[in-house]
């Protein structure tokens, strides 16, 4: 089944600049019934820090086991990153199969197996075809420093677009190149939607820095977004760095050299966090969602995820439905401390409700035409302290049910 | 919107024995757009013992926080129940609205204000409609004790069936009467799918008991049920008894002499939150989910709901697509302690999983037949220690996108 084109996606899809000491080749290993490339691998110069996060899931691929134990000396000369196949639920016959990948990959490159990490996304609980991998890898492609897009390709499972970011940073008065990819339709959605972020800078910093960085950053984005509230077996967000830019060198995060860096950092791991949203699996609209004056930032997330992750909330914005007694019903269950009597509500500029009742003066022809956009935000003042969030989400049509309901067989 | 009958809705709707001192009026006030009564009154001739359990929601409707006062009590001599407004987040006008219509149903019946029970399901946010419900009162209905049915389609909203459940349990060698009905249709569906039980009893027992085998019952079968995973602000079950029948009178709920009643009174709610259930919003299917071998009970009710509420599980089952996977991500999503190399899943006799991996002796032809039953077992077997849950939930279709997507407006 091939999916029609998010109605959100970008109209144009930027070509991203190369990074010295990066190298970019994509196969295809037949992993689809389809023509396309399913393959994307990275090849480094030299031997770069990397850092990563994983998904919280108990059910984890092994993919993520191999790699955070690589993490802990955290250098990376190889990232091979497959479609078609999560590696996920295959028990020991995954690890084994993965490691056959692996040591071809050591082999044919000289690389130390150590060196290597992996990333899959696909359908989970099938046997993982190493040997079509390995097949595939054996073929002679072309090195292309800037085959950005064809690896943003090649690892799409459902995502109707390629997800790339790029921007650049300054360090000192020097420039610093920050690259993205991303795949995800649906965060969270298992045996094809897992989400997955590539994050490729030259910035000159030291291991620490960035996995601190990539853990806080990741919090406020990749972290701050769901499209079904479903957790895939293989998320992970890695953030890999040539260190080549030519400014001093930084080893510190709190390195005032770094103020500029993670603000563009943010920028990019937000970008491509909300294309995501976008291409969830039969978006309409993209749904922003403030919540402020909760107990804590904590509190505020959780308000923030009930309203978010509420099939009613997001039944109601497809539908162009002001029903904002579906958010007061989502902040009611998200059990956190509240005061029915203080909090508002806002849909846009238009307040809804506030202090325990409806506001009953909006205009609900200025709401309906509100509805009608495609972006639509969603504040919440709980007015007890200082906690706050934001969480993105996309609506829920009667393309996820089409989608989901007929994706393996 | 008039929503086509579900296809899971019983064949035939049975009528229910009258039970004396029981009076059951029902009027239409007019709360919707259609010919039809929205207000079921139960007057009873002396004062009953009641037992009552609350949605724990934040921002539940001030109906709840009426009858809680009055449950210190636990006299109940009427109980007015309305569909059309949920009196939630109403605010203090929505408390002095109730209290007009308790005022007046104390003075046209003289009863004190102290033993009115009140229960409200519909719009959220909405004015409460005192006057209209207070104009229909005037109107001098017939007394019937065999308005059981009348009464289970006045508290309807997005029902497609009116849900009621009958049975008699023995206490001693006396036949005592068990009388239950329901409404809902999308557990916890706010707005218009709150959940309400009530029922009723001549059981002579102690209001202790009353209380205490409600509060367990409740557990294990309408707070194990769910169908969208969303909690409504009005849910509540009340469990009322005249006291009247001839046995010997029990005041403990351990009491051997209670053994039958606790198992007929447990058969008559499971029955009526499974309707609930099959008659769930665009609902095509009937999910039971057993977890088995958890750490706890608890445990094992985590993981259970974490199945029932994945929209990819409930999708896929509507897809009658046998895609285990998915309940692997469900399974992994709970945070609880799981063995990922141990656990088995089964759908029907079909186990498709176990130790890690694909069951590669299950056949793909016998799972899709089972696949296309309207009731899908899903068994989770996590293989730790003895904790076990049941919970019962329905698919997700392009029906519920439908109706959820135009409701209010």
Known sequence: MINKISPLAPKIIKSMKLIQGINIYTYCAGLYNLNR???????????????????????????????????????????????????????????IALKEVIKNISNKFTINMNQIFIASTGVIGEPYPYKKIINALAVNNENKKSNWLAAAKAIMTTDTYPKMKMTTALIGNRKVQINGVAKGSGMIAPNMATMLGFIFT???????????????????????????????????????????????????????????????????????????????????????????????????????????????????????????????????????????????????????????????????????KYMKKNRINILVDLKIELGNAQIMTCDYSNEYININASYKS
């Open 202 to 368: 030259d910035a000159n910093i030291s291991r620490a820095a960035l996995q601190s960085l990539l853990k806080e950053i990741n919090e406020e984005t990749f972290n701050s977004i769901t499209v079904d509230g479903d957790e895939s077996t293989n998320d992970t967000v890695m953030l890999i760095s040539t260190n080549k830019a030519k400014h001093k060198f930084v080893s510190s995060r709190n390195d005032k050299l770094l103020r500029d860096f993670k603000l563009k950092l943010k920028s990019v791991m937000m970008d491509l966090a909300e294309q995501i949203v976008k291409d969830g699996e039969g978006a309409t609209k993209l749904i922003q969602i403030n919540v402020n004056g909760a107990k804590t930032n904590k509190a505020a997330k959780k308000v923030a995820r009930s309203i978010a992750e509420s099939p009613l909330v997001k039944t109601a914005i497809y539908g162009e439905d002001p029903n904002w007694g579906r958010i007061v019903m989502a902040i009611g269950k998200s059990k956190q401390i509240i005061d029915p009597n203080k909090f508002s509500i806002s849909l846009g500029d238009n307040l809804v409700a506030s202090n325990g009742s409806k506001n009953l003066n909006y205009k609900e022809s200025v709401l309906k």
């Open 37 to 95: 490339n399913d393959l994307a691998l990275f090849l480094f110069d030299s031997e770069l820090n990397i850092a990563e996060v994983f998904t919280k899931s108990r059910t984890r691929s092994v993919t993520l086991d191999w790699n955070e134990k690589l993490l802990k000396k955290g250098k990376i000369k190889a990232l091979l990153i497959n479609s078609g196949n999560a590696n996920a639920y295959t028990g020991k016959a995954g690890l």
